[in-house]
């Protein structure tokens, strides 16, 4: 299982970075986590047509549809348990629905909709759809975060900057929370960590914004926002054509980074805080750096608790969106034998704890006692993984599904829970605090 989540220190993203960070973020996975399934008489030639350019759109519509068929109904390489998460009435009545779709009088973008919701209904988080085409691809010039205590505007362009740090009252003439339930059919999540997730970033999508009827004909969103001590104000945020960079609150309002983010995108980094004697590890990537393998960078981390004084260990994994699990062995070994004489050792998880990572965390809480702290992981035990993928080929949508599952079938689906709550907030990230760390460090 896998996913790639990344946290920019700066907020900076160009519109087409941005938008396929928002893709992988939408779809839980990576391709290279899992295998990619072309069902057998149905490969896509190596120039497949693009939906625009097909004489006819409808049966390539067709067409693709049958290839996801064959490919999620496959015995051996489809959907593990298909007809239990896909039963075959509403499934079968999907399907016939969105073939019976005619692409010349139906916006495309309400088509890939209802695969997208189709797919969502399995609940299961691993599984999803990469869309294609402009409605999905165009976002407001902003970026939300859903915190413990709301959604909030965390990066804007610099024509929006007053929006920076606001807390958000309404889009349109709905709350967030009442937003929530609206998009919640078209993800596909397991509990509600993930579900806002995923939500902040549909809420920036044309699609979805049109969906909700949140886009006026001016191509424009009413967004109310808040700031502490201000009275309410609303701002007119129109859909870019093409997007500058965007900045994020931590630049435009001088807040000062959380340690946490010094190094988001490096797959691994250590520091000992000689103030309160923590030795912190954070591990942002289930996989082996190109540059040192997580091997190499075990032996010189347990080499450095070794020659320090350490009252506890935090690894850090709020970052860490998955790859495979077994990558942190030697890590888990090396801790076995030090972390009852060095002092406890804590685990930070948040709603980016994600597949592997999430794994990983339940075992070390399990079998090291760890304590984990902070908030509630973006996916929970006895579920689905193990990622494959079907690309449609003649609309280039690429659909995720799982064959394997993880854990016990007879138990619930669980969510790792914190034992020590220590929520990120909208006013800990404009004071530049870490709560999870912070909690750690003042932890017994």
């Known amino acids: 299982m896998k996913m790639l989540v990344t946290e920019s220190a700066t907020g900076k993203l160009t519109f087409a970075v941005r938008a396929l960070t928002i893709g992988l973020m939408a779809v839980s996975t990576l391709l290279a986590c899992g295998q990619s399934v072309t069902p057998p008489g149905a490969a896509a030639p190596a120039a497949a047509p693009q939906a625009a350019a097909h004489p006819d759109p409808n049966a390539a519509w067709q067409q693709d549809l049958q290839v996801l068929v064959d490919a999620l109904s496959d015995p051996k390489t489809g959907q593990l348990d298909f007809a239990k998460l896909y039963p075959p009435a509403t499934f079968d009545a ?82 967030p929370d009442q937003l929530l339930p609206k998009l919640a059919p078209y993800i596909a999540y397991e509990n509600d960590s993930w579900l806002r997730s995923i939500a902040t970033q549909y809420l920036t999508e044309s699609a979805f914004l049109r969906h909700l009827n949140l886009l006026g004909s001016d191509k424009r969103v009413a967004i109310t926002l808040e700031k502490p001590g201000q009275p309410s104000f609303t701002i007119s945020v129109a859909l870019p ?34 103030d309160s004697k923590t030795f912190y590890i954070q591990y942002n990537r289930c996989e082996n750096d190109p540059q040192q393998s997580f091997s190499d960078f075990t032996k010189q981390v347990l080499a450095e608790v070794d020659s320090h004084s350490v009252s506890r260990i935090v690894l850090d994994l709020r970052l860490n969106g998955g790859g495979d699990s077994s990558i942190l062995a030697p890590l888990k070994q090396g801790l076995e034998t030090r972390h009852k004489a ?24 399990d079998h090291l006692t760890a304590t984990l702290v902070g908030e509630p992981t973006g996916d929970g035990m006895n579920t689905y993984g193990n990622v494959a993928s079907v690309l449609l080929p003649n609309f280039r949508i690429r659909v995720m599904y799982t064959n394997k599952f993880f854990g016990n079938k007879n138990a619930a689906p669980s969510t790792p829970q914190p034992d020590i709550y220590a929520p990120r907030t909208l006013a800990s990230d404009l004071a530049g605090r870490d709560p999870a760390l912070e909690a750690a460090i003042a932890a017994p």
């Open 342 to 365: 060095i002092g406890h050792l804590y685990v930070l998880i948040g709603p980016k704890t994600f597949s592997s990572a999430m794994m990983n965390a339940s075992d070390l809480h």
């Open 241 to 274: 054509d093409d997007m500058p960079k965007l900045v994020s609150f931590r630049e435009a309002l001088h807040v000062r980074t959380p340690f946490y983010l010094s190094n988001p995108s490096k797959y691994y980094w250590y520091q000992y805080l000689e």
């Open 94 to 175: 999907a399907i016939t629905n969105l073939k019976a779709q005619d692409l010349t009088k139906t916006s495309f973008g309400e088509v890939n909709l209802q695969l997208i919701q189709l797919i969502a209904s399995a609940h299961v988080s691993h599984n999803a759809v990469v869309p294609q085409g402009r409605p999905f691809a165009q976002l407001l010039p902003l970026e939300f975060y859903w915190y413990s205590d709301g959604l909030a505007v965390t990066s804007a362009t610099p024509e929006y900057a007053d929006a920076l740090g606001a807390r958000v009252i309404k889009i349109g003439e709905s709350t």
